[in-house]
């Protein structure tokens, strides 16, 4: 249903070292960045995480769930919401 998600941060830098970190686990690249965001997504194809420096940017509110989904360790193409 998603395409993809936005979200705005306060500090790129940071935000870049750690979504690097913790997407590169799960099978996620950095597919662009620029001078005001970043886009994450698998290789080769569209990005599904983007993040955009806002200095105004606030925690989402009561009732957000962002869950991300990993290659299956079995390896294949199968993606699975919770990785072993």
């Known amino acids: ?32 960045t620029g001078d005001l965001g970043v886009g994450y997504g698998v290789e080769g194809g569209g990005e599904k995480l983007n993040l955009f420096a806002a200095a105004d940017a606030v925690p989402p509110g009561p009732g957000f769930h962002l869950q991300a989904a990993c290659r299956s360790a079995r390896g294949g193409s199968e993606w699975r919401p919770y990785c072993p």
């Open 1 to 32: 249903m998603l395409s993809h998600v936005s979200l705005g941060v306060r500090d790129l830098a940071k935000a870049i070292a750690f979504y690097d970190s913790v997407l590169g686990v799960l099978g996620y690249v950095r597919l662009w």
